[in-house]
């Protein structure tokens, strides 16, 4: 863990992470099947605190891919209600990260084969 001081009162922590712990598990979706036949795009769920490099290592280092470009977004967590016999349950969904990560051109990703 490296601290690194820029003004008095900030202080900024960069955590090293595990790679196999930046990957939760990769987007299975019609929108993202498209992304991959057009541009060689492929979506990830990755720990919240993981940043492009380390997606991009990781990515790297599991599939053996040269990796073009990675695209992050945070999707917020929703709330949710249902109604049962004791009346409304509320609760929230947690918050997830999503990484978009591009491909080198003539390689791909077999996400099928450990289903």
């Not at 003004?7 to 598990?25: A, E, H, T």
């Not at 979706?29 to 492929?42: D, F, L, V």
């Not at 990781?58 to 891919?65: H, I, S």
């Not at 992050?72 to 609760?91: D, E, H, I």
Request: glycine share 6%.
């Amino acid at each position: 863990m490296a601290i690194f001081k820029f003004s008095n009162y900030q202080i900024f922590k960069l955590i090293d992470m595990k790679l196999s712990d930046v990957i939760i598990k990769p987007i299975l979706s019609e929108k993202i099947n498209k992304q991959t036949e057009k541009a060689n795009r492929y979506g990830f769920v990755v720990d919240r605190k993981a940043n492009k490099l380390e997606i991009k290592k990781a990515v790297e280092q599991f599939y053996g891919v040269q990796v073009k470009d990675v695209n992050t977004l945070v999707m917020p967590g929703k709330a949710k209600s249902r109604y049962t016999k004791s009346g409304f349950l509320n609760g929230r969904k947690p918050a997830k990260k999503k990484a978009y990560v591009t491909v080198a051109d003539g390689e791909q990703i077999d996400l099928y084969s450990t289903i």
